[in-house]
């Protein structure tokens, strides 16, 4: 790693009085030793203005604060609760798990980074935390599709489905995992690369290279990483929601034969638990793809030539990208009644009134296993 002594802001003060950046550029600061990763594309920008680079070091720290934290708590509650281990919430734990990884590697080193207003850290260290971020996040992706999946086998297939155990849960974050290696590890050996983006100050893949072999790896990898799971995510959701909708018509039907306001008890009048369900895992994965749409967008971009990518734009796609580490375990703790009654039992200081759960309640509404009576069996 090179020895930097610290921004200088003498030469942004200079070119601003003259009206310009003169002969500056935004890889002026990188290390020698990196310059053989840096696109010709980059030379021609003027530097960042520092102050993007505190801005953007400031949120990532915050981010990254609220992410172990918060990740770092459902992982611990949900590990720690006997009523919240099932092999439905072991996915639920993986996420969080990946998320957690995702801020505490990736927030320390672009907060740094973002102080000396570049890459610091080397070639290698390049390649490792581009590596792990790509990985993170394609666990993350395939954890919500294996979790969307589950939801349509209790909810879609009813009595019929074959029920996950934990040796099935096991199995499906094992081949996560080593299909987020399997594609991440890919640009370490050849097919594509890892490379400073056009801010310096965090590491991502070649997507300006112009030979086909690289630009492949970016088409592919979007294909399996971004648009399968997307599909396959859409598909559950829509037959999940069909169903519910089907189930809930059926409920009235029955009520109005039976001339009653409603079949359910008062405390589920308003929604059923399966719709709580749809609703809350639809906008968890709606949040993860405005999170990562940037990056595609991005990428695309570079890929096709379809429009001038800067530095200051490649910001947004690291910005958007590490947020996404911080909706889950929000959604998690408004959404889920058993998490949130087991994180006031175990830290009474964030409790707040009104948080009552109900002592039959042993549905989880994010991916815990729903428990049905005959009577509320959605049809497949």
Not at 94 to 110: I, T
Not at 171 to 180: A, D, E, M, S
Request: net charge positive; with cysteine; proline share 6%.
């Amino acid at each position: 790693m090179s020895v930097m002594s610290g921004p200088s802001f003498s030469a942004y003060s200079w070119s601003a009085q003259a009206g310009g950046f003169g002969n500056q550029t935004v890889v002026d600061k990188v290390p020698a030793e990196m310059l053989h990763l840096i696109d010709p594309n980059w030379y021609q920008y003027p530097p960042i203005n520092p102050l993007w680079h505190g801005i953007l070091g400031f949120v990532i720290a915050c981010l990254g604060l609220v992410s172990v934290i918060g990740n770092g708590m459902v992982v611990y509650i949900f590990l720690s609760t006997k009523s919240l281990r099932t092999p439905s919430n072991l996915l639920v734990v993986n996420l969080a798990f990946s998320d957690f990884l995702m801020m505490f590697c990736m927030s320390p080193p672009m907060v740094i980074n973002c102080y000396y207003e570049t890459w610091v850290f080397g070639p290698m260290l390049c390649q490792v935390y581009a590596m792990l971020g790509s990985m993170y996040g394609c666990s993350s992706i395939w954890t919500m599709t294996a979790i969307a999946f589950d939801r349509y086998n209790v909810i879609v297939k009813g009595l019929s489905a074959k029920p996950m155990n934990i040796k099935g849960a096991l199995l499906r974050i094992l081949g996560i995992w080593l299909f987020g290696v399997i594609w991440t590890v890919a640009p370490m050996v050849g097919w594509n690369r890892y490379v400073p983006e056009g801010n310096m100050t965090a590491c991502g893949t070649d997507y300006l290279t112009k030979d086909w072999l690289s630009r492949s790896y970016i088409l592919v990898y979007s294909f399996f990483v971004y648009f399968a799971p997307l599909f396959l995510i859409m598909y559950s959701y829509y037959f999940i929601i069909a169903a519910v909708s089907a189930h809930e018509k059926n409920m009235r039907e029955q009520a109005k034969k039976m001339n009653v306001a409603s079949l359910r008890s008062s405390e589920n009048q308003n929604a059923s638990a399966e719709a709580k369900l749809a609703k809350v895992a639809l906008m968890t994965i709606s949040l993860w793809f405005m999170a990562w749409t940037p990056y595609l967008v991005i990428n695309w971009a570079g890929v096709f030539e379809t429009q001038q990518i800067t530095p200051l734009f490649t910001i947004w796609g690291s910005l958007f990208a590490k947020a996404n580490a911080v909706y889950n375990p929000i959604v998690y703790g408004i959404s889920h009644p058993k998490y949130r009654a087991a994180l006031f039992k175990k830290f009474p200081s964030l409790a707040c009134g009104g948080d009552a759960v109900p002592a039959g309640d042993a549905t989880s509404t994010v991916s815990g296993v729903t428990t049905l009576t005959d009577n509320e069996k959605p049809a497949a």
